[in-house]
């Protein structure tokens, strides 16, 4: 207790910063993270995810996309076992045992060629593929709600884009997002692709904060490439027509 209380007392610490650390201080995940050695209290969201929604399956592909600190894919990890996991951040992260980490910005052009390289490299999986496509991301914050918002969702509209070329058919997507109005935009293309989604708010996310989960299971992979097939084959018939 006095070091916490010496924490708090510090004088050159920001009102924002100082708010912040109350925060922490007072926030039983934050210790039940310490004390069970995970990465941080992010573990306990993923962690209500899978025990609602049964979304890890041993044996099966994982793919952790904004992973640091590395929560998730540490407990991803211990479900789906050792060697299938593929995490990557902008931010380096300490070694998980099991997980393959690389630095990348998600965001980059080349970052698809190389996810599915590492998702390649995985034992008996040729195809470059994943099971489960997971993201905790979130950009920095501007101060402007709505611009936030949009940066939000615009990652979300991302890594959907990504779930749509690389999830095996029955695959699951888990992903975060703040609640607005472009939310229902994803919902509707989330349902065209899942055969269920749902929204999902676990208890270890701080009650004042406007973060929801999307867990979207069931994705509809040979529906989807049946229905790009028969659009490419329109187009097709248009040139020669």
């Not at 229902?184 to 055969?195: A, V």
Request: hydrophobic share 40%.
């Amino acid at each position: 207790m006095p070091q916490k209380f010496q924490i708090i007392k510090t004088k050159r610490l920001k009102k924002s910063s100082h708010k912040w650390l109350l925060r922490q201080i007072n926030d039983p995940f934050v210790e039940r993270a310490r004390a069970e050695g995970w990465k941080s209290r992010a573990a306990f969201k993923i962690i209500e995810i899978d025990e609602k929604f049964k979304i890890f399956k041993k044996g099966k592909v994982v793919l952790d996309l904004g992973a640091a600190p590395g929560g998730w894919s540490q407990y991803a990890v211990t479900k789906v076992g050792d060697g299938n996991v593929v995490a990557l951040d902008l931010l380096p992260i300490s070694n998980i045992s099991g997980v393959k980490f690389f630095e990348q910005d998600f965001l980059a052009e080349d970052a698809p060629e190389k996810i599915i390289n590492e998702l390649k490299n995985i034992r008996r999986n040729v195809e470059g593929k994943c099971d489960v496509l997971m993201s905790d991301m979130a950009s920095n914050t501007t101060g402007d709600h709505a611009t936030d918002h949009l940066r939000i969702i615009a990652l979300l509209e991302s890594s959907l884009e990504l779930a749509g070329k690389i999830l095996r058919n029955g695959g699951c997507f888990a992903g975060k997002v703040f609640q607005g109005g472009e939310v229902d935009e994803i919902i509707k293309k989330l349902r065209k692709d899942f055969l269920s989604v749902k929204y999902f708010k676990p208890d270890s996310s701080r009650k004042e904060s406007s973060e929801i989960y999307l867990v979207a299971t069931g994705f509809r992979f040979k529906e989807k490439e049946a229905e790009e097939k028969l659009a490419e084959s329109l187009r097709n018939k248009k040139r020669t027509s």
